[in-house]
């Protein structure tokens, strides 16, 4: 049995599977490059901040956090007391939105035993990572059990990680999907003089990986391009099985058992069709060369997601599907300026208050965040007549808001 550093790379391994089995659509390739043991993009390191290939909205200011469970504990009221409660997050990163999570939940009187938290991550990398950020003490946990870890905050929280979020106990969730949708495999799809057809990867003669058009229908084009998905009068789609099979999952969760789903992501609404791209240390790349350094990922079609989470035929549970807005007009909405002059204020340093300004800035400029990353919600269907009173924060323009849980 060959050790780690006698491992195939990714690119010899996806080689192989060409040769043996003819071209590979982008779906299987992504889910090499992703998930794979050793040599896999995520299995390996942290790869996000300054030092890695891409950052998200938490590394660049906590207001971001804060401002997510402010929407979360205020929509929450609507229903309820919401009390004992699962934070659920998917694909947490390196732990340090649910830090920002954690510290206005303690602002707002939540006791540790009132809340659990629930993390979905597949690489056990970064799950370690994770754990050695927010747990005074963690553990691998046995194999009979539905987790793959456990540990406990220094506060007495219990965390818990899994591996699919089908292993999540059903109980009462704030469901968060911060920059999880847009790294799913996608299947990518053109539209040709003889119908659609899918973009596949193959080997030239030079043994380098290339996209080719698949001569006839493959399984996907029939499976997956049918209404309300066939995109009408477009000539290129991205469909993402996973995407759609975890967005019907949270709808009927939050329906079935309560609480909110809050999607953030970049993404858009049916106008893009070629949106696969990787990124290396900051930097656009090309997708195909050197598998497994780079990120992989594509625009979340947020239209797609809307219809997997609303109602159909057979399907008892289904969501109210709020959004998407654009991350700009969500944050103001949430009063995001006024947290900002908070912060301000209490920074004495100059630059520091620059670098304040900065990073806000990236957050809500159109030309850089504020555009391009969008936020969709899914509420119980129940809530229908509550909404249209009591309207909800963040995806309605409502006057007077408060922020009333800032950190001081």
């Known amino acids: 049995m060959p050790t780690l550093t006698e491992a195939p790379s990714i690119l010899d391994i996806i080689k192989e599977k060409v040769r043996l089995n003819g071209p590979i659509t982008v779906a299987e390739y992504m889910h090499i490059v992703i998930t794979n043991p050793t040599e896999g993009y995520y299995m390996k390191k942290d790869v996000i901040g300054q030092q890695g290939d891409f950052v998200t909205s938490p590394e660049i200011s906590q207001l971001f956090g804060e401002i997510l469970t402010i929407w979360f504990f205020s929509e929450t009221r609507k229903m309820g007391p919401g009390k004992p409660l699962q934070i659920v997050e998917l694909g947490p990163g390196n732990g340090t939105l649910m830090i920002d999570v954690l510290r206005v939940l303690n602002k707002l009187k939540y006791k540790p035993n009132e809340f659990s938290i ?11 990572l994770q754990a050695n950020k927010l747990c005074a003490s963690h553990k691998e946990s046995d194999i ?7 540990g406990v905050t220094v506060s007495g929280i219990k965390v818990y990680w899994y591996n699919d979020l089908k292993k999540v106990p059903q109980n009462f ?23 659609w057809r899918e973009i596949l990867i193959d080997l030239d003669e030079n043994q380098k990986l290339y996209y080719r058009i698949s001569a006839e229908e493959t399984p996907s084009v029939k499976m997956l391009i049918r209404p309300p998905l066939n995109g009408g009068d477009r000539m290129a789609l991205e469909i993402s099985p996973r995407a759609l099979g975890i967005g019907r999952q949270l709808a009927q969760r939050v329906d079935e058992f309560g609480g909110l789903a809050l999607i953030a992501d970049y ?16 930097k656009l790349v090309d ?11 594509a625009d979340v079609d947020f239209t ?6 609303s109602m159909t035929p057979g399907n008892d549970n289904y969501a109210i599907v709020l959004g998407p807005v ?12 006024v947290r900002l002059e908070v912060l301000l204020t209490n920074i004495k340093i100059e630059e520091d208050k620059e670098k304040l300004m900065a990073a806000y800035n990236m957050l809500v400029d159109p030309q850089k965040m504020g555009d391009r990353f969008k936020f969709m919600a899914f509420y119980p269907s129940s809530m229908g007549e509550i909404l249209e009173k009591h309207p909800p924060v963040g995806f309605a323009n409502l006057s007077g808001f408060a922020n009333d849980a800032s950190r001081e």
């Open 326 to 337: 654009k991350q700009k007009d969500f944050l103001e909405r949430m009063q995001a300026k």
């Open 267 to 282: 993404g858009h609404e049916g106008e893009k069709g070629d949106t696969f791209r990787a990124f290396h240390q900051h």
């Open 287 to 297: 997708p195909l060369e050197n598998p497994g350094v780079s990120d992989l990922t």
């Open 304 to 309: 797609q997601l809307r219809v997997a989470a």
């Open 118 to 128: 629930h993390l979905v991550e597949i690489s056990s990398t970064m799950q370690l």
């Open 173 to 195: 969730s704030w469901y968060i999907a911060h920059e999880f949708f847009d790294v799913l495999p996608i299947h990518k799809f053109e539209k040709t003089e003889k119908g």
């Open 144 to 150: 009979e059990l539905p987790y793959n870890r456990e």
